[in-house]
């Protein structure tokens, strides 16, 4: 039997926005995943670390924004492993659980272009497949692309958490760049209005 096509999207999402669903949708329509499985990552070792309930929020807000969608599945994978989260230690375990699935990560083109600096990334190209999708001002030479290292042709979606957290704080409606459940979220949690 195939084993079920899965992608993992890992990511600090905060908040998730309809760039991050988007991209997802596409993975499962056009690039031959049977799931997109999508991940908050409560302390990724090259970023600031939010606090516990700021993790928990996070991770409310994706089940939120995929509710409906039976392809893209929020999972809380990385909040049963040691901190801080390294992907490959997450990669092990998912296979360790899924027998039946084969993960491909999902990174974007920024991630790639400092793959080296993380844990075994030797490892994961090794072991693993990676799915690459673009971002503006980060070109990938195609041809040098390891074996098991795909460039997927994703709409660029020029949205990020960050503007949506300033968009919130500066007191603008950002209602559209996020899903409607998720922005209800987090106007009824008054999350980001100490933002810079």
């Known amino acids: 039997m195939q084993p079920i096509q899965t992608a993992f999207f890992s990511g600090t999402f905060n908040p998730v926005h309809t760039g991050h669903l988007i991209l997802a949708n596409y993975l499962c329509?056009?690039?031959?995943f049977d799931e997109v499985w999508m991940s908050v990552t409560p302390?990724?070792?090259?970023?600031?670390?939010?606090?516990?309930?700021?993790d928990r929020q996070r991770l409310e807000m994706l089940r939120l924004a995929v509710t409906g969608n039976p392809k893209i599945v929020a999972t809380d994978i990385e909040f049963s492993l040691p901190l801080p989260s390294y992907t490959i230690r997450t990669l092990d375990h998912l296979r360790s659980l899924y027998p039946d699935r084969e993960f491909t990560l999902v990174i974007g083109a920024d991630n790639?272009?400092?793959?080296?600096?993380?844990?075994?990334?030797?490892?994961?190209?090794?072991?693993y497949r990676v799915c690459i999708y673009p971002r503006r001002g980060y070109d990938i030479d195609e041809a040098k692309l390891p074996p098991t290292v795909r460039y997927c042709r994703a709409p660029l979606i020029e949205i990020s958490s960050t503007q949506?957290?300033?968009?919130?704080?500066?007191?603008?409606?950002?209602?559209?760049?996020?899903?409607?459940?998720?922005?209800t979220y987090i106007i009824n949690h008054r999350l980001y209005k100490n933002n810079e």
């Open 164 to 183: 949506i957290r300033q968009g919130i704080a500066a007191g603008k409606n950002m209602n559209y760049f996020v899903p409607q459940s998720v922005y």
């Open 43 to 54: 302390q990724n070792p090259l970023r600031e670390k939010l606090s516990p309930e700021a």
């Open 112 to 127: 790639w272009l400092l793959f080296d600096r993380w844990r075994e990334s030797r490892r994961i190209v090794d072991e």
């Open 29 to 32: 329509e056009f690039e031959g």
